[in-house]
């Protein structure tokens, strides 16, 4: 049985700084891309940043630049770097183990975290 605990959340200032850390169990995470998905009071859960197996990473477009997703597979944890936070990034953020078509598309399998919650104060 997969399972993701996700740790790092909390409050912080606007430009302010936090390091979100997701670990798994039960699978190694190098047979799957991985997701940081995020969702705020009264809207969708989103996908705010990916990495392929391979490494390669894609980005919402209001954080690119400001959000940096990565993995150790050796600890079988995956990262999300956020830098420059504002106020619209306040949400719960789930981690999801999930893979990415042909295109680079990521697809989300049936596999989150429980959320951890970041509150950025403007």
């Known amino acids: 049985q997969v399972n993701l605990v996700e740790s790092g959340g909390g409050l912080v200032q606007f430009g302010g700084s936090l390091r979100l850390s997701c670990g798994a169990s039960g699978s190694s995470i190098d047979n799957y891309a991985m997701g940081w998905y995020r969702q705020a009071p009264g809207k969708q859960r989103e996908l705010v940043a990916q990495?392929?197996?391979?490494?390669?990473?894609d980005y919402l477009d209001s954080v690119k630049g400001r959000f940096t997703i990565s993995r150790d597979n050796a600890k079988n944890t995956v990262y999300l770097q956020m830098i420059r936070l504002k106020p619209e990034d306040t949400a719960v953020y789930y981690c999801?183990?999930?893979?990415?078509?042909?295109?680079?598309?990521?697809?989300?399998?049936?596999?989150w975290g429980q959320g951890t919650q970041v509150t950025v104060s403007s």
């Open positions: 990495i392929s197996k391979t490494d390669r990473t």
């Open positions: 999801n183990m999930g893979g990415t078509y042909d295109s680079g598309i990521y697809y989300a399998l049936d596999y």
